[in-house]
């Protein structure tokens, strides 16, 4: 008899995106698949993937009192109602109403995945300050009733040991969802002094240390090219406008391939302030582009300064000219080359973290 496993997300985008190959593996394997996210916006694309889809309409972002005090019960009944022998949560309010649902359900097996930290483990204003007091709290309330709750990467795991939201024995380590390294596969190198930056547009993303940063490296290195891919997000079009104006950086919009952005340029840079485990480098270096990452949670796991790209100071736009600079000049860009694509078939291949995550579950039921 199969089992059921449960999958909590918040978005139904990132069943598509991020879960989708996770899915598919378990279908493989014989499990019947149920989703719950709190969005329907792309159920008409989950029918291939031969799963169960359910969805309450809610955010991952929401701080609403009243919809926070009735989630956890609305999730609590669809559980019953799903009856699944696993439940799988992602992100923070899967991971602590979720969790908690899925205890009071009657459910043994619950696994967590932790992302990142996100902002409220990041800002440290009053507001955000109390924010995380009471994510401290439900984080500790829930984790207890996890099996396994697996980290992108060990800061963030030694972050909630440290704050005694989960003991050590808990905690499963894997480098992020892994990268598609037939999809993402190696692509020669067409130019040697292009960058190219791809995030949502957050301060936090390092958007504006990139854009200052590519001002000053561009009056040494006039044809140096500093690409920009992304969405809006708290920063727009707008607040970085100057520096398209005076040829800084060009934007280039969004897109639902990176692959030929990544083929066109030398260095994926991302000096993003915290991650959990950064998938446009992993798939940057699968393709055999070295990055250029900041030293914080999630980047400094995927660069060793030197070998496969660089690292720089976090929030600092002088360390990331200097290694602009040095990039422009670089002789050994082959052996970075190697070395990137080297290094993303040893720790991102998606098959084997999906493999390493089943048999961890099937271990603990």
Not at 6 to 11: A, G, V, W
Not at 171 to 196: A, M, Q, W
Not at 320 to 334: M, Q
Request: hydrophobic share 35%; proline share 4%; with cysteine.
């Amino acid at each position: 008899m199969s089992k059921k496993i449960l999958i909590i997300t918040p978005k139904s985008q990132h069943v598509i995106g991020f879960r989708k190959s996770f899915i598919e593996s378990l279908l493989n394997e014989n499990y019947e698949v149920s989703v719950l996210a709190f969005d329907n916006d792309f159920e008409e694309k989950f029918s291939p993937l031969k799963i169960s889809f359910f969805h309450i309409n809610d955010s991952n972002r929401s701080i609403d009192p009243l919809k926070v005090l009735t989630l956890k019960n609305k999730i609590k009944l669809l559980i019953k109602k799903i009856n699944p022998d696993i439940v799988f949560t992602f992100q923070l309010k899967p991971n602590t109403f979720g969790v908690l649902a899925a205890h009071e359900a009657g459910i043994k097996n619950i696994f967590s995945m932790v992302e990142g930290t996100g902002d409220p483990y990041t800002y440290n204003t009053p507001k955000w300050r109390i924010i995380r007091m009471v994510c401290t709290y439900l984080y500790r309330k829930a984790f207890k009733y996890c099996k396994k709750v697996f980290f992108l990467n060990k800061d963030d795991k030694k972050e909630f040991i440290d704050l005694k939201i989960v003991k050590e024995p808990q905690c499963e380590t894997i480098f992020g969802i892994g990268v598609d390294l037939e999809y993402f596969s190696y692509r020669p190198l067409k130019n040697y002094n292009h960058f190219l930056m791809i995030a949502r547009m957050l301060e936090t993303k390092g958007i504006y240390e990139y854009c200052k940063a590519a001002r000053e490296v561009k009056k040494i290195y006039p044809d140096a090219v500093f690409n920009y891919l992304g969405a809006e997000g708290t920063v727009k079009i707008k607040d970085i406008q100057e520096f398209i104006d005076d040829g800084s950086i060009n934007y280039l919009g969004v897109t639902d391939d990176v692959r030929p952005y990544i083929e066109d340029c030398t260095f994926l840079v991302l000096p993003s302030y915290k991650e959990g485990m950064p998938v446009t480098v992993m798939e940057a270096q699968a393709m055999g582009r070295p990055c250029i990452v900041s030293d914080t949670n999630g980047c400094r796991d995927t660069v060793i300064d030197g070998y496969n790209g660089y690292i720089v100071k976090k929030k600092d736009k002088t360390s990331l000219i200097f290694k602009f600079n040095k990039s422009l000049s670089n002789e050994e860009i082959r052996l970075f080359i190697y070395n990137s694509n080297y290094f993303a078939n040893k720790y991102f291949d998606q098959k084997k973290i999906n493999n390493y995550l089943k048999k961890i579950i099937l271990n603990n039921n």
